[in-house]
């Protein structure tokens, strides 16, 4: 059984910070694309932002100029840097790593952009 093991989520006022991280198994981490997902109650799970093993970056519409994804190759790790918080940033953010038909899941962590 493959673990993506998150830490970093929590609960921080609108405009605020916080870092995610992520950390795999390395015959995971060099190969698969991976990426930060959210679901927000209510809603399906979406993209946030992915990096590919090369460094190639896909960020959604909604958290540009905002989120910075970034991996450790040295680590294994892939970090999400969340910078000015919304409101609607609101999730719980979960980490993934694909490569063609294989797919993992971290256990997901909650963050919350609340006064």
């Known amino acids: 059984q493959v673990q993506l093991v998150e830490s970093g989520g929590g609960l921080v006022q609108p405009g605020g910070s916080l870092r995610l991280s992520c950390a795999a198994p390395r015959r995971i981490f060099s190969t698969y694309v991976m990426g930060w997902y959210r679901q927000a109650p209510g809603k399906q799970r979406e993209l946030v932002a992915d990096?590919?093993?090369?460094?190639?970056?896909n960020y959604a519409n909604s958290v540009k100029g905002r989120f910075t994804i970034s991996r450790d190759n040295a680590q294994n790790t892939v970090y999400l840097q969340m910078n000015s918080l919304k409101p609607e940033d609101t999730a719980v953010y979960y980490c993934n790593g694909r490569l063609g038909p294989y797919e993992f899941w971290g256990q997901g962590t909650q963050v919350t952009a609340s006064s």
């Open positions: 990096i590919t093993s090369r460094g190639n970056i």
